[in-house]
């Protein structure tokens, strides 16, 4: 490990061994032109580095970065992109990340990896989907009010299968109400989220599903002829 207030070379080659091997794995569903670049930055977040760190010091890793990962990488339309292009995306997206990658996500597992009961909205889920659920509320809990940011990829992940398995998780969470879309992926990153169930901590409105809108109106129906029948 590097002395304080040093650059831990070792601790910057794993991390981006790591963005290189998300990369690999990525099957192409929802991928948004600088996805690689904003994983990349969000593992070289989670390392401790000077608060004096500039440009001119991240550049030759993120090149050494761009050497393992540039055959997999392209642009919005496909076409291979070129280091000054990486460079360049990594410069807009670099003060964007607001959580690391090996924090936040990390975190919001190990505290849904304890919980001995599923929270009541996911009780009819399987228990992968049950943790996956529990982590989106974790992140909400570590984030507050505001939205947290998951990609399909570690969604699939989490459940232990594919990324496409992973978006499908997300779709459904927000069909049940459980989780709602606060951000559709915009220059190229990532949709966000928050997490708007019954256990819910930060007053985020929840939209009602259709279910509990008709079980709602039929029991206003059913309070209301009651009402009708006293007064006769």
Known sequence: MAPKGEIDIETIERAIEKAKDEIEDFDGEDYIGNRGVFILC??????????????????????RWYELSGSLLVDECGAP??????????VEVWPKIKY???????????RAGK?????AELAEF????????????????????EPFWLS????????????????R?????????????????????????????KTNSFG???????????????????ALLGTKNQRK
């Open 152 to 167: 399909t990829y570690d969604a699939g992940r989490i459940l232990g299968k594919s990324q496409r398995v992973g978006h």
């Open 100 to 110: 690391p990658k090996s924090a936040y996500l990390e975190q919001a597992k190990e």
């Open 115 to 119: 919980r001995t009961e599923p929270l």
């Open 81 to 90: 992109l070129t280091f000054t292009e990486a460079w360049a995306q990594f």
């Open 42 to 63: 969000q593992y070289l977040k989670g390392i401790d580095m000077p608060d004096a760190i500039t440009f001119t010091n991240l550049k030759p890793y993120v090149r």
């Open 204 to 222: 985020c409105k929840r939209k009602i599903t259709p279910s509990e809108f008709e079980g709602r109106k039929q029991k206003s129906i059913k």
């Open 169 to 197: 998780a997300l779709q459904m969470f927000m069909a049940e109400g459980i989780l709602e879309r606060t951000k559709i992926g915009h220059t190229n990153i990532a949709s966000e989220y928050r997490y708007i169930g």
């Open 126 to 145: 399987d228990e992968a989907h049950q943790y996956l659920g529990a982590v989106c509320y974790e992140l909400q809990q570590i984030t507050g009010g």
